[in-house]
């Protein structure tokens, strides 16, 4: 069916932002006020370590300001992500980034200020202002980046060049947002599927209609393939400058740079792209296989990694998947459960299928504002899986607002920890009904999604990806054929001989936004997919304690590194057998799923 506009989608599938503001005239007077407020913090530049009274007033001065900003940034944001074809979404998105432009350069001089200063013992600061205590930990950690800080002046610069620096997400945005316009499927019935990124992988690539998925998939490449040479230029230029940004701060590499923030050597990240490619592989050949049986076919193409194991798939309303997932996730408790309800009750989850919406599901988090999720829902019971990913981001959030927003920011591996955990303790409970029905299209999304699509899509974007950084750090040139041409031949030692490689593949990189703009998310989701399930096994096995040390790794957010957040979970997360571990069990699940079909 034709996408239909923003406008003509049912008001019942959109969410309400009222939780934000009532008015556009609320959102303009706010703006203008903390655009005011912002110029204040000029007061404190050169004396913000005058004494530990001072130093507290910034900080809390900073963490209100923050907050005011993440409400008007979501209500721009969500609108603009709802439909990035909308004048006034685009409108309001500007306001914001110039908002956000103004608010980081007037604060750029503070943690320089701090990291420089010869009174920064934090020992001694708190013990002359005990309110301080609050802060200590995001204290703590500024003393340990004190190597990669630069000046005030520099911090300010930088700060100044954010929305340029953010260019190319936002360019790749409009591109396949706004920009790409793909031909229409037709079904054999003469219906029309209109093909975007998020209609073909989340949908029409689901097809048991192979016809449908070919035609989906090479209207979507072909589609791309127009826009190949920006669309590589824009990523290269994105590498290119946190290459730069990297050597800037003092980091060996920008890898360094992206995981410092989780705590995690680089060594580790190198060994678990080793480690998850050679446990995958075999599994990723087995499926592979299998599909052929399935299929009946002697050749598998890319389109056909995601076709449907069996054709019996469970249909389930929004309203049955919300009681299921709800269901599932009690065990996490009446705190939890709560968060989650919230998120039904208020309609923070936007479900519209219309042209401009960003092309995959996400959670829009921000501490200062309630979260929102944009998803789609076509009364399946991978939905239900799809949404209790998107939900373990929300309350994740909703929990580490209990820290200070400083130390509330966690990275992009342990929100991905809280969001699969969410898949397999759903996953576990499905099993649990006795209904093979549902066991099997819950296996199947496990494998069809999370291990095809996650591991065997996304990792191997991420394998492309560090190759691309490393012959960027070595200052070799990369054009847009190389990049295709690697990531072909890693989707090739992926799933070996048995799949057939076309010449469309290679775009595959194209099609995801967050492996080439979120730095190492790819490796964060494969990574995650592992301690998620040891955690799940955990409450499974253990009931209330290790509900109880989960609760607390939500609770943590931020305020340790990630090996130190995992410990809590009771879970290694540097050694190399948790995610072979945790790779192999995707193996028993396709041993699960060999013995339904």
């Not at 001694?124 to 309110?131: K, P």
């Not at 990913?389 to 130390?407: A, I, S």
């Not at 303790?425 to 093979?436: A, E, I």
Request: aromatic share 10%; proline share 3%.
């Amino acid at each position: 069916m034709p996408r239909t506009s923003r406008k003509e989608a049912p008001d019942a599938l959109k969410f309400d932002l009222t939780h934000l503001y009532r008015t556009r005239v609320e959102w303009e007077q706010d703006t203008e006020a903390l655009r005011t407020d912002v110029r204040h913090l000029a007061e404190y530049r050169g004396r913000v370590m005058s004494s530990a009274k001072t130093l507290y007033e910034v900080l809390e001065w900073l963490e209100s300001l923050g907050n005011r900003f993440d409400l008007i940034r979501q209500f721009a944001h969500t609108q603009y992500m709802a439909d990035a074809s909308d004048p006034d979404a685009q409108l309001l998105a500007s306001e914001e980034e110039t908002l956000a432009q103004t608010f980081l350069a007037a604060a750029a001089f503070v943690e320089p200020e701090i990291v420089q200063s010869a009174k920064m013992d934090v020992e001694e600061l708190v013990a002359e202002e005990l309110r301080l205590s609050r802060y200590e930990n995001y204290l703590r950690n500024l003393q340990q980046q004190k190597a990669h800080q630069l000046s005030a002046e520099g911090e300010q610069i930088l700060a100044t060049l954010s929305v340029s620096i953010d260019g190319p997400n936002r360019l790749y945005g409009m591109l396949t947002n706004a920009d790409l316009h793909c031909e229409s499927v037709t079904r054999s019935d003469g219906t029309k599927e209109a093909v975007a990124i998020d209609t073909a992988f989340f949908k029409l690539l689901l097809d048991t209609d192979r016809d449908v998925r070919r035609a989906a998939y090479e209207s979507l490449m072909k589609g791309l393939k127009t826009y190949e040479y920006t669309l590589v230029t824009n990523y290269i230029t994105h590498v290119k400058t946190q290459v730069s940004i990297a050597k800037l701060r003092n980091y060996d590499s920008a890898a360094e740079m992206f995981l410092e923030k989780d705590g995690i050597p680089v060594n580790f990240y190198r060994t678990a792209l080793d480690v998850i490619m050679e446990e995958a592989k075999p599994i990723a050949r087995r499926y592979v296989e299998l599909q052929k049986r399935v299929q009946g076919v002697d050749k598998v193409y890319f389109y056909d990694l995601c076709a449907p194991l069996s054709e019996s798939d469970v249909r389930l309303s929004y309203e049955e998947g919300q009681a299921l997932i709800e269901s599932a996730l009690q065990v996490l408790g009446d705190e939890y459960h709560n968060f989650l309800h919230a998120a039904f009750a208020e309609k923070r989850i936007d479900l519209a299928d219309n042209d401009g919406k960003f092309p995959i599901p996400v959670t829009l988090t921000s501490y200062g504002a309630p979260t929102y999720i944009m998803s789609t829902w076509y009364d399946l019971l991978s939905d239900a899986l799809t949404l209790s990913h998107e939900l373990g981001h929300l309350v994740h959030t909703d929990f580490t607002r209990q820290k200070n927003r400083f130390d509330a920011d966690y990275g992009m591996l342990l929100a991905e920890t809280a969001s699969t955990t969410n898949e397999w303790l759903l996953f576990h409970h499905l099993k649990q009904s006795g209904d093979k029905r549902q066991v099997l299209a819950g296996a199947r999304q496990l494998i069809e999604f999370d291990f095809v699509m996650l591991i065997g899509m996304l990792f191997v974007i991420e394998k492309m990806q560090a190759e691309v950084y490393n012959k960027v750090e070595a200052g070799e040139p990369v054009s847009a054929a190389e990049v295709s041409k690697i990531q072909a031949r890693y989707i090739h030692e992926f799933y070996g001989d048995g799949l057939t490689v076309s010449e469309h593949d290679g775009l595959l990189w194209a099609v995801w936004p967050q492996p080439m703009y979120a730095t190492l998310y790819p490796y964060c989701y494969s990574a995650a997919l592992c301690m998620s399930g040891a955690i799940a096994e955990a409450i499974q096995s253990e009931g209330q304690p290790a509900v109880d040390r989960y609760l607390q790794f939500l609770m943590s957010a931020g305020s340790k590194s990630a090996p130190q957040t995992y410990e809590i979970a009771g879970v290694n997360m540097l050694d190399p057998d948790t995610l072979r571990t945790g790779i192999q069990r995707f193996g028993s699940v396709l041993d699960e799923l060999e013995s339904l079909l």
